[in-house]
T-cell receptor
Framework: AQSVAQPEDQVNVAEGNPLTVKCTYS??????LFWYVQYPNRGLQFLLK??????LVKGSYGFEAEFNKSQTSFHLKKPSALVSDSALYFC?????????????FGAGTRLFVKA | DTGVSQNPRHKITKRGQNVTFRCDPI?????LYWYRQTLGQGPEFLTY????????KSRLLSDRFSAERPKGSFSTLEIQRTEQGDSAMYLC?????????????FGPGTRLTVL
């Protein structure tokens, strides 16, 4: 079965510092990987995806993610954190085993950026 | 607002009652998904529609849950004989068949509390 794991419940970083939110995955075949962000009282918003191509993908709000096949990881990164980046971040994988209809989400990582 | 909308935003009900939620996807999107999210967890896939056809349904979805999308536009999710364990945020998402990004657009959710 395909799955994603987010090993950190919470990440704390100071404003201006680089941030990393970790994600590892387990899939059969080529992975379709995503990052979504959830702000309080708002729906999930798409940040970025990896389908194929360059291992470093860029997304919204200055975020990027690095796909590493050998380590089965897809960590979310940002060079300089903002207080407004504080939110809940979800890594997700599209379940291609069952036709690609289902997206499997990790448990989420809460990011706190301190001023 | 041309995003995904969900109604009601909050629903409090007593155990044993039936509830129905509505989702209006982005108008040109033919694919619609329902998810359930509990505190501290990522969204959990419930079911998927392509136009009016329900193509995938989670095994976690008991017989008390039913979803429809009669005209391929809005969708409803009904829970019969609610239980306290049904308390959760119910999320709807949509995407377009022609979207090359596989990005899902999420609504704000309906928060269900079963007393």
């Amino acid at each position: 079965a395909q799955s994603v794991a987010q090993p950190e419940d919470q990440v704390n970083v100071a404003e201006g510092n680089p941030l990393t939110v970790k994600c590892t995955y387990s899939v059969s075949g080529n992975p379709y990987l995503f990052w979504y962000v959830q702000y309080p009282n708002r729906g999930l918003q798409f940040l970025l995806k990896y389908i194929t191509g360059d291992n470093l993908v860029k997304g919204s709000y200055g975020f990027e993610a690095e796909f590493n096949k050998s380590q089965t990881s897809f960590h979310l990164k940002k060079p300089s954190a903002l207080v407004s980046d504080s939110a809940l971040y979800f890594c997700a994988v599209r379940d291609m085993e069952t036709g690609g209809f289902k997206t499997i989400f990790g448990a989420g990582t809460r990011l706190f950026v301190k001023a | 607002d041309t995003g995904v909308s969900q109604n009601p935003r909050h629903k409090i009900t007593k155990r044993g009652q039936n509830v129905t939620f509505r989702c209006d996807p982005i108008s040109e999107h033919n694919r619609l998904y329902w998810y359930r999210q509990t505190l501290g967890q990522g969204p959990e896939f419930l079911t998927y529609f392509q136009n009016e056809a329900q193509l995938e349904k989670s095994r976690l979805l008991s017989d008390r849950f039913s979803a429809e999308r009669p005209k391929g536009s809005f969708s409803t999710l009904e829970i019969q004989r609610t239980e306290q364990g049904d308390s959760a945020m119910y999320l709807c998402a949509s995407t377009s068949r022609t979207s090359g990004t596989y990005e899902q657009f999420f609504g704000p959710g309906t928060r269900l509390t079963v007393l």
